[in-house]
């Protein structure tokens, strides 16, 4: 199944990257600690600090590990370990987090309840982000000086295509200090969107330099794969991915979330450039990661969807195209086997399906099936596009090429479909 969050970690970075306020002082502005133990205060800020600073891994596990050490019952505390520890074993510390946080200060507790939805999230159109981002746009006006709710209100915002917004969270956290390389990466995304690939570039790399050894900027690589991808300079944007990968082994971050997710991206990047024996070898390669990582059996489940909806794109470009209906089909079975949880992925079914029919040369069925495909993608919709251009509908084909521009969805989706979208409208 392709589900469109664009972080893979998204159900489990995506909701701590944040420095949050040492203590007690400016209650009512700020959020409170609940814990009373100076260690635990002192051991999270230094996790905070290494996670906006891209440094995960063993040493923060460890880390968050004696912070909670110094106070079991710290529900902050319980949470960010839940989120630095293998998938597997984050579900019970959640569990306990969202347990104590029920005793423990406002700003704390309505933090947890409002992000602990939030996890493991397959798709961005999830109703329960929307859910998350009213509650932490509430958070944020009764304690405007907590810098924790206006980084995840930007990373909630960028993550559901809403870039203005994303922006003015991001300053304000810029404003109230301390300055974070993560927040610096996250605007620079945002030139991205402007055009502004050269400017984007330069402060990712300027991001990058002033790290410390041994991080893995997920942000600052793909930044920069996007803003070659954009110039149409393919091997530049591999060449970022392969250093991340290398990156993420290093760290040993593979051994907590499967390097998949960096597979399926080189792979999506070559695919949609032609180069499809080598996009077939890294989803092949990408999932070999997975059978044996820390997983849970539901979410192995969802990258084999991944996989199976990989492969039939990647056949169908090669002309087989029986054989990509056969896998087609495949995810179809998957989704229904899924119940309800499998319902989220019926977009990512009609994408393949639309994908597989314009390829084979059945303009309607492509478009009965695109047009039911997530609307948000930009790159679905440049699919679209094509597809009204064939059927002759011209006015509907630049109506959607047109909607590919304007998109603020900043993710490989965009950065794959908007040149081709722009040479489109140009003529």
Known sequence: MRGRVRLPLAGALLTVF???????????RRFTLSTKSPEAKTMLRELQLRIESFQFGPPSVELARKMVAADP??????????????????????????????????????FIEAMAPTRNLQTATDPRLMEAITKVEALSKDYPEERLAYVILGQLYQGTGQADKAVAAFERCERLGPPSPRVRAFLANEDLLKGEYA????TFEKVQA????????????????????????VDAALDSLRTFLGEYREAGLNQGFPEVFIWNSMARIKLENGRLEEAM????KGFESVPGS?????QKKI??????????????????????WAEA?????????????????????????????LEVGDTKSAIEHLEQADQTDPFSTLLLARAYERAGEKDKARAAHKRVIESTNNGLDRALAYPEAKRKLAS
């Open 281 to 284: 070898k890294d989803y092949e």
């Open 199 to 202: 400017r984007a570039r330069a």
């Open 329 to 357: 089909e495949r995810v179809k079975a998957m989704i229904e086997a899924g119940g309800e949880e499998g319902k989220q992925f019926w977009p990512a079914w009609h994408y393949l399906a639309g994908y597989v029919k």
């Open 210 to 233: 002033a790290l410390p050894k041994g991080s893995t900027p997920f942000a600052v690589r793909y930044g920069v794969a996007f803003s070659y991808l954009y110039e149409g300079k």
């Open 18 to 28: 944040a420095l949050a306020s040492p203590g007690s002082a400016g209650e009512g």
């Open 303 to 324: 990258w084999e969807g991944r996989l199976v909806h990989g492969r039939a794109r990647v056949l169908a470009r090669m002309g087989q195209h029986e054989k990509a």
């Open 73 to 110: 019952n710290f529900a902050l505390g319980q949470y960010y370990l839940s989120v630095v520890v293998p998938p597997t074993e984050g579900q019970p510390i959640l569990d306990k987090a969202v347990e104590l946080a029920k005793t423990a200060s406002d700003g704390e507790r309505r």
């Open 294 to 298: 820390g997983l849970p059996e539901d």
